[in-house]
């Protein structure tokens, strides 16, 4: 029986091209493309995957928050999260999310087929690029470190991600079907939380913990 797999990334090149590459794998069949996580998280429910190849930094709603959604209500689904970063932020949040494996962008496609098989019989997979990062990361760890995805809740982290990717406060509501007024009391405690006073620099904050990616 094939693995059913789904490919998450805004890159519509990179998705078809993963695409058309799967199908000379007899054993995985894709069964569906995302460009964000929020129809990443809908293409679920209608064809329930084995497997997503989920994309770090997509727009509206990031990997990490998505792969922590769907683990959430569909715990035997298997996340690869595939990424241009290596950065320990972005490693131990994707695995926090709930996240079977972990490589980076510029990986052998033979490296994912082998990630896909592996994570199916219970493994996780990290890249041998970041595989000693990870270990020096966790190992070092002080348990006292906090995270925004500690810090703030689920929904402050959508409207943070969509203050930094340049929404306005009535775009922010139409995203998350919230008034105006729901999106601004949002905003202030996620400023008094964080003790940011102005959006350039939750901007930044942004970027730095993985919420959102930085313009090309």
Known sequence: MSIKLILADDHTMLRHGLS?????????DVV??????????????????DVII???????LNGIETTRRIIQEYSNIKIIGLSMHSSDKY???????????YLLKNCEFDELVGAVRAVMTGQ???????????????TSKDDSDKSVFSI?????REVLQLLAEGKTTKQIGQVLYISP????AHRLRIMDKL????????TKFAIQEGITEPEP
């Open 54 to 60: 989920m994309d770090i930094g997509m727009p509206g």
């Open 20 to 28: 058309r590459s799967f199908e000379q794998e007899e054993d995985i």
């Open 181 to 184: 007024k729901t999106v601004e």
């Open 124 to 138: 996780t997979y990290i890249s041998p690029a970041i595989g000693d990062m990870v270990i020096k990361e966790y």
């Open 91 to 101: 490693v131990r949040e994707m695995f926090r999310a709930g996240a079977s494996g």
């Open 32 to 49: 569906g493309q995302a460009q964000d996580g929020y129809e990443a998280i809908e293409l679920v429910k209608e064809v329930s995957p």
């Open 152 to 156: 703030l809740s689920q929904r402050e």
């Open 195 to 202: 003790q940011i006073d102005n959006i350039a620099q939750l």
